[in-house]
């Protein structure tokens, strides 16, 4: 028998306004059904105030569903007593990262959420500096975060959470406020971290490269779950990107181009180099 693969983070028919919204038009979430796996990668994309943040914050019971009902690891955001649970298991990094960086050296910082915990010293120093060095980052431990570049202080809000050691990471944007070296920088990261101890990763973008690299990708619009699947397929369908107001990647689109051209080019290319392998081993079919 086929066992099924384990639901980590769900969310069943989830409502949401936040206060002063009227009426269900003006709700951020409305009926959200969504499960992810454990171990998975899923990209959320979607248009400004589809409600992707809002969505991301359920899943560490920032916010509570007005309807419905968000479990993580099988536990319901709606119980008090169950969110110390629930927030060990699910960090969440944001867009910016001066504003997650809170101590005077890069290894004072990665400790900080475990001293909140009152864990030993021992233990503290020990997942400190294994969380420095998962990211690469033991050289800097003494440095100040402040001095530090765009990518490393992501890198140094993510040991901080790793530290933590959550099953989930739900990340909002982590790399738009940094240029191409600091976003794969702190992406390479991310990846080794899903790929090598199994963490689950959820990661708002609005870039379709990043979401094209992705186990799953999940598209929101006004509230709701708009299509899902994988990369390939979800992010080829460029009458659905386009009617949303997005976009595929740039091979993606470029390839469109081309088949206007008459280029005999498959539908679900979706990296640079497809693209070239494609044109370089059939040549134009004009
Ligand atoms: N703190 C808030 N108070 C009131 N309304 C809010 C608040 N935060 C978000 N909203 C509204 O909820 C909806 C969803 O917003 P959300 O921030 O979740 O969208 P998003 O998909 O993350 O957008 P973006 O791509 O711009 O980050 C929007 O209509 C937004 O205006
Ligand atoms: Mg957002």
């Not at 980590?8 to 009426?23: M, N, Q, R």
Request: aromatic share 2%; proline share 7%; glycine share 10%.
């Amino acid at each position: 028998m086929i066992s099924h693969p384990e639901i980590i983070l769900e969310a069943k028919g989830v409502h949401f306004a936040y206060p002063g919204e009227a009426g269900e038009a003006a709700a951020a979430l409305s009926g959200i059904e969504l499960a992810v796996r454990r171990g998975e990668y899923v990209a959320l994309i979607g248009p400004n105030g589809s409600g992707k943040t809002t969505l991301l914050k359920h899943f560490n019971a920032l916010l509570k569903p007005s309807a419905g009902e968000v479990l993580v690891g099988g536990l319901s955001t709606a119980a008090e007593s169950n969110l110390p649970a629930i927030r060990r298991q699910c960090g969440m990094i944001f867009q910016n990262p001066d504003n997650q960086l809170v101590a005077t050296t890069v290894e004072e910082d990665v400790a900080f959420g475990l001293e909140n915990q009152a864990l030993p010293p021992a233990e503290i120093r020990g997942r400190v500096s294994e969380a420095l060095r998962l990211l690469g980052l033991s050289e800097l431990a003494q440095h100040p975060p402040h001095l530090l570049s765009g990518g490393e202080k992501q890198r140094v809000a993510i040991a901080g959470i790793l530290a933590m050691r959550p099953r989930c990471l739900l990340m909002d944007e982590p790399t738009a406020m940094l240029d191409p070296g600091g976003q794969s920088e702190v992406l390479d990261c991310v990846r080794r971290l899903n790929r090598e101890q199994g963490i689950t990763v959820i990661h708002v973008t609005h870039c379709p490269a990043e979401a094209a690299r992705a186990g799953r990708v999940v598209i929101l619009d006004r509230g709701r779950v708009a299509a899902q699947g994988p990369p390939a397929e979800v992010l080829t369908d460029l009458p659905l990107l386009h009617g949303l107001g997005l976009s595929g990647t740039a091979a993606t689109e470029l390839a469109a181009l081309l088949r206007e051209d008459g280029f005999k080019l498959p539908r679900e290319l979706l990296h640079g180099w497809e693209l070239i392998e494609h044109l370089c081993s059939s040549g134009p079919k004009i």
